[in-house]
């Protein structure tokens, strides 16, 4: 018997630790670091529990030192979706059933497997085969993937407390259903602890999954489902499904059992999954929840008060941090003219001075850009602007891809606020600077509103505090996560929850109660203790 109200504590956010040289972290990583790149392994498919393999493989490579091999992994067939599926859809009348207690406690334990036994691994993995650098790794593998994993069964439970009052002559209660099928989880290469999330969000809430991990992030994708079977999840209750997410897309959505989707990743994967689903409309047992994080164009505004080394650094940094492909990264920015010389100087000091190159040198503070089409898709950018008239490149503009995908940090200065550089998202090191007349303030805020589909991030950077007001209110539409005198990335969970609207998503905040809801289908269940025994109201009766 089971009749205990838990009472969860409201998380502390993981630490960051600081990995100095010779610190027992750093020993410990730079054994993982050495264990996993002389080690390749094989990456199966996880259904139901147990490891399949195919006959269709592909590599997993380093994006800083391509020779080199992670891991083979084995792809999907129509064939596994489809026992993923099955799968899923078996161990949804378990998983459902269980006490969300049950859920909560294998989350719980996810996290401390995490922070403890296994944070080397996720690094190692994550700095291996997303090029990320300590801290870059530290603040996404680790630390964010467990505050999603515990504010996730916090947030759980205050949504569970949400009961409709009783009366003495009746009793009401809302039953938190999970979604009536699957969930189809698809995630993007860019932050591992995303990859968690789309997965232990449905799963905290009773629902079960058929993942799709992006294929540049298979290595710590693939640890990840290791350490939530070892914390306890049954089998079928996530399947993991490596392979092409064109064919793994489209025989997931033909299942009349698909009850959700969750995504993160570009637009036109997340407009076509859309399209796909309407299409099927009819073929559904429910309408599918669609909840997607997609792109952005952020923005940094500059009000003439502000502070220009501030602005520097923190433009910088939001700009070139793990090479520009934070979904939130810095990508355009706007200047008043009496701030630039000093703004210039500084970034210009700053991009003399930061280093790029392997993850295994710790004073990179650059690294490589995740695969190939990235690299080509940056230098397409950089040319561009290399041969218009209307731009000038005051830093960087070279790549190279010899040994790893090396895109030098470039800053691009145009005349035109509309410049393809300021409008579309390029997901690498590049940013576009709008130099605008200090008397021009009001009409260059309504060129930062209106220059981009998107509405992510943003920052502006004012000492003036009404005016930082003002242009916050009047941006209140361009970004889903606002900053004032910051930088617009590191959105830490349970703090500043993230998501943004316009061609940014659906901006259901992950990390918390928002989003959980997305994937419970209340019923309302009243018993009453006095039934009508009379089908004539008072006033009819003589
Ligand atoms: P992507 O869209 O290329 O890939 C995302 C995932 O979709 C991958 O797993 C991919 O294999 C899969 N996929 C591709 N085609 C598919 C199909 N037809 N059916 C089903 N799945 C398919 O994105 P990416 O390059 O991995 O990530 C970068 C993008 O993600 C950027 O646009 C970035 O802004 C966005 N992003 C947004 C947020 C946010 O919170 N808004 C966070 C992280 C990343």
């Not at 504010?151 to 205050?158: I, M, P, T």
């Not at 005051?394 to 940090?409: A, D, H």
């Not at 470039?410 to 600077?433: C, D, Q, R």
């Not at 805020?445 to 007001?469: E, H, K, M, Q, W």
């Amino acid at each position: 018997m089971n009749n205990a109200i838990y009472n969860f504590l409201i998380p502390a956010n993981e630490p960051i630790l600081g990995y100095k040289k010779g610190s027992k972290g750093r020993v410990l990583l730079e054994a993982e670091l050495n264990r996993q790149r002389l080690n390749p392994i094989e990456i199966p498919l996880i259904i139901g529990g147990k490891e399949i393999r195919t006959n269709q493989t592909g590599q997993v490579r380093m994006p800083h030192n391509h020779s080199q091999v992670l891991a083979t992994y084995y792809k999907a067939t129509e064939k596994e979706v489809n026992l993923a599926i099955d799968a899923a859809l078996k161990a949804h009348c378990i998983w459902a059933d269980l006490s969300w207690t049950v859920r909560a406690a294998i989350l719980l334990k996810a996290a401390e497997l995490i922070s403890g036994k296994y944070r080397a691994v996720m690094n190692a993995a994550t700095m291996l085969g997303q090029s990320k650098n300590i801290y870059q790794s530290e603040i996404d593998a680790v630390c964010e993937t467990i505050d999603f994993l515990k504010f996730n069964a916090y947030f759980a439970s205050r949504i569970y407390e949400m009961q409709p009052s009783s009366a003495f002559n009746q009793l009401n209660k809302m039953e938190f259903r999970p979604l009536e099928g699957f969930v189809f989880t698809v995630s993007p290469f860019n932050f591992t602890s995303i990859a968690s999330n789309l997965n232990m969000a449905p799963v905290m809430m009773g629902n079960t999954t058929v993942w799709k991990p992006a294929t540049t992030s298979l290595l710590s994708n693939y640890y990840l489902m290791k350490i939530f079977q070892e914390a306890g999840l049954p089998d079928g209750v996530i399947n993991f499904v490596p392979g092409s997410g064109a064919l793994i897309g489209k025989t997931a959505l033909q299942s009349p059992d698909l009850a959700g989707i969750h995504f993160t990743g570009s637009n036109e994967i997340f407009n076509f999954l859309w399209s796909e689903v309407s299409k099927h409309l009819p073929h559904y047992k429910s309408y599918p929840r669609l909840v997607g994080e997609t792109g952005g164009k952020n923005f940094v505004f500059v009000h003439p008060s502000a502070t220009a080394k501030e602005v520097a650094v923190n433009a910088y940094r939001g700009a070139f941090e793990f090479q520009g492909q934070k979904c939130s990264a810095v990508s355009r920015m706007y200047v008043p003219v009496s701030l630039w010389a000093e703004i210039k100087n500084e970034l210009l000091r700053i991009g003399e001075d930061a280093r790029m190159g392997d993850i295994n040198d710790p004073m990179n503070f650059i690294n490589a850009v995740i695969d190939e089409a990235s690299f080509d898709n940056c230098l397409n950018y950089i040319n561009f602007a290399e041969k218009s008239e209307e731009a000038e490149i005051i830093l960087g503009g070279n790549g190279n891809k010899s040994k790893g995908f090396f895109v030098e940090p470039t800053i691009i200065v145009t005349s035109n606020p509309k410049f393809k550089t300021m409008v579309e998202e390029i997901f690498g090191p590049i940013l576009t600077i709008f130099i605008y007349d200090d008397n021009k303030l009001e009409e260059t805020i309504g060129l930062c509103n209106t220059t981009s589909p998107y509405g992510l991030t943003g920052a502006v950077f004012s000492r003036d505090r009404v005016a930082a007001s003002n242009i916050c209110e009047q941006l209140r539409y361009a970004a889903g996560n606002f900053y004032i005198n910051d930088k617009p990335t590191g959105a830490i969970v349970g703090l500043q929850p993230f998501g943004g609207s316009r061609a940014s998503g659906t901006n259901d905040k992950a990390g918390g109660e928002f989003n959980l809801i997305r994937w419970i289908s209340p019923r309302t269940i009243k018993e009453t203790f006095q039934p009508a025994s009379e089908y004539r109201y008072d006033y009819m009766i003589e």
